[in-house]
């Protein structure tokens, strides 16, 4: 008696995901117009919209992909706008309720 052969199941290799290098545009609301280019042997990452025309450039590492640079861009996008509008609220321009009257 022999035994019954069993058919080995070889494990397949999973492919890397693809990260996008065409991002939406947070100033112009443009579908994938924001194009990425990193010069990692400069270390230097350049970015810009196709349609408006915003550019941005940052230092990055050899392990900064094109996600990084532009959640990067955005995160500042959105100090800079905090900043504005806390600057506003506070600002010795306004004038006070009292004096409206």
Known sequence: MGRSKVK????RKK????????FNCPFCSYKKSIY????KSKGVGELSCLKCGVKYASHITSLDECIDLYSEWVD????VNKKERS???FSEELVPMEQME
């Open 8 to 11: 080995k199941v070889k494990p």
């Open 15 to 22: 492919k890397p995901v693809k990260l996008d290098k065409q």
């Open 36 to 39: 990425i280019k990193l010069h």
């Open 76 to 79: 500042k996008c959105l100090d």
């Open 87 to 89: 600057e506003a609220f």
